[in-house]
């Protein structure tokens, strides 16, 4: 796999690609403003949404909306300014410095394939139960699965009081995303899984070699204690 994503890479050099995630960063900051301004400019009996005209929902989609395709990864994660901006802080920390170990490319590579695999998620999802919905809340989630497994013990001040090591902030968003795949509902189950699909392909072969050494360092010492 990682063959692939190299290959895809090499390709990818023949275009001039700016960094992306300080722009996904304004674009979400830009949708929170514009998102209360419509709010405070129409009449009390009907609040205007620009969230809801940009989230993904594969009817809309179906209806013509296309460009939900690509503006449901701009939505902020929350409608509370203060959390607006210590989820984009951390996004475009995490972000920025993945985007600079990896390199443009191959970051934009992992972002799209998250959301592309969370676009099928939500068809899947359609076509399952009659509509359905995405959110790129797990799409950023899984940017910190991939920053925890390249820097475990970068450590980040919880409740900027207790310093945490990543790996361990990792196990927390893993269990966030196995409450949802096997407590959430449907939709939220589409997506976490979808959200996994880049963690699996770029860190898959890793893991994988993880668990054979873990096998085989467990079975040398059972044959050691058997041998004694």
Excluded at 63 to 80: E, M, N, Y
Excluded at 83 to 94: D, Q, T
Excluded at 107 to 126: M, R, T
Excluded at 167 to 185: H, P, Q, V
Aim: proline share 2%.
């Amino acid at each position: 796999m990682q063959k692939l994503i190299n290959s895809l890479e090499r390709k990818l050099y023949r275009y001039r690609i700016p960094p992306i995630m300080k722009y996904i960063i304004y674009a979400m900051a830009g949708v929170f403003v514009l998102d209360l301004l419509f709010a405070s400019s129409t009449a009390y009996s009907y609040r205007f949404s620009l969230i809801s005209h940009l989230m993904l929902s594969t009817n809309a989609i179906l209806h013509g909306q296309i460009w939900r395709l690509v503006t449901w990864i701009f939505i902020p994660d929350s409608s509370s300014m203060l959390w607006l901006l210590l989820s984009l802080y951390f996004y475009f920390m995490v972000g920025t410095t993945l985007e600079n170990r990896w390199g443009t490319r191959r970051f934009l590579i992992y972002l799209v394939i998250g959301a592309v695999a969370n676009i099928i998620g939500a068809f899947v999802a359609h076509l399952l139960c009659g509509y359905g919905i995405g959110t790129n809340a797990y799409l950023f989630y899984s940017l910190f699965l991939a920053f925890a497994a390249l820097y475990p013990d970068a450590e980040f001040l919880l409740f900027f009081v207790l310093p945490v090591k990543a790996k361990w902030l990792a196990l927390i968003d893993l269990l966030y995303f196995l409450s949802a795949i096997f407590f959430g509902g449907l939709q939220m189950r589409c997506a976490a899984i979808a959200s996994l699909v880049n963690v699996m392909l770029f860190f898959g072969d890793d893991l994988y070699r993880l668990c054979r050494r873990t096998i085989d360092q467990f079975n040398r010492r059972r044959s050691f204690h058997n041998y004694r």
